[in-house]
């Protein structure tokens, strides 16, 4: 196993009530078994940080679906990295498709937010991934190298202590029960650690700091084999982290 930091995430995007989370975390919280250099979070919606804070009782790592890149100021419906900190956020995901898909999230401003995270000591989730239409066009690689590139930028300097994490989730997988099999996922895995390698040796960093998750259709079925790959650092799950059992099933048979 790489010395990668290993991750296992789950990004509950617009889901889940207090009630529901309450009767989420009294099932979660019974059967968790926390993994030695496991690092296991959730991501809710804003108003809910608090509460998965408490009740996970500090087990897990709490984190937002997104970040903005500044401090303060007139960004009307934006959460700046400083008020995440003051709710002891861990990570953030910037990029995620649905952003760039639906709010017109750039990679440029994907950057910036997930610089911000960094300079606050959050550890940003930089989401890239090819449409369906790129996928069978032949172009993922391509789509892969730009959107990381372009991501990335700001994100790895000299001297830094903390990293971000790529999460690759080719869009077509997302929510549609069909993940990428284990070979389309370790290329394109093999392929960002290729590109992240050079970048990090560039800058005199280890190889070793920046994890790849893969997010698209994860579950009970699927978790084990391509947890088994060396390209893997672990995942980030939608609907299966919704349903505390699963989630629990997917720690314990992942890494
Ligand atoms: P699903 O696991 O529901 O496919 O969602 C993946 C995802 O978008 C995680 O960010």
């Not at 000299?158 to 989730?169: D, N, S, T």
Request: charged content about 20%; overall charge negative; glycine content about 8%.
């Amino acid at each position: 196993m790489s010395l990668r930091k290993k991750f296992i995430l789950g990004n509950w995007k617009m889901n889940l009530t207090s009630e529901e989370i309450q009767r989420f975390f009294s099932d979660f919280n019974e059967s968790y078994n926390p993994k030695d250099k496991l690092n296991v979070g959730i991501a809710s919606s804003y108003p809910y940080l608090e509460l998965v804070k408490k009740l996970s009782m500090d087990l897990i790592l709490t984190g937002s679906q997104n970040i903005h890149f500044e401090n303060s100021g007139a960004f009307t419906g934006e959460v700046s990295p400083l008020m995440l900190k003051d709710f002891g956020t861990s990570f953030s995901i910037v990029g995620h498709s649905e952003r760039r898909q639906y709010f017109g999230e750039t990679s440029t401003v994907v950057s910036k937010r997930a610089r911000a995270a960094l300079n606050h000591n959050i550890i940003p989730i930089i989401c890239i991934g090819e449409s369906r239409a790129e996928f069978e066009a032949g172009t993922t690689f391509k789509i892969i190298e730009e959107q990381l590139i372009e991501s990335i930028n700001n994100c790895l300097f000299e001297g830094q202590k903390i990293f971000p994490v790529i999460a690759y989730e080719p869009v077509w997988a997302i929510g549609t029960g069909l993940s990428a099999n284990k070979e389309q996922v370790d290329a394109v895995h093999l392929f960002i650690l290729d590109k992240l390698t050079n970048l990090l040796t560039n800058l005199k960093l280890s190889t070793d700091s920046v994890s790849v998750i893969y997010g698209g259709s994860v579950n009970t079925k699927n978790c084990g084999e391509l947890t088994r790959l060396e390209s893997v650092d672990g995942f980030l799950i939608g609907g299966s982290s919704l349903k505390p059992v699963e989630l629990n099933e997917i720690i314990e048979l992942s890494f």
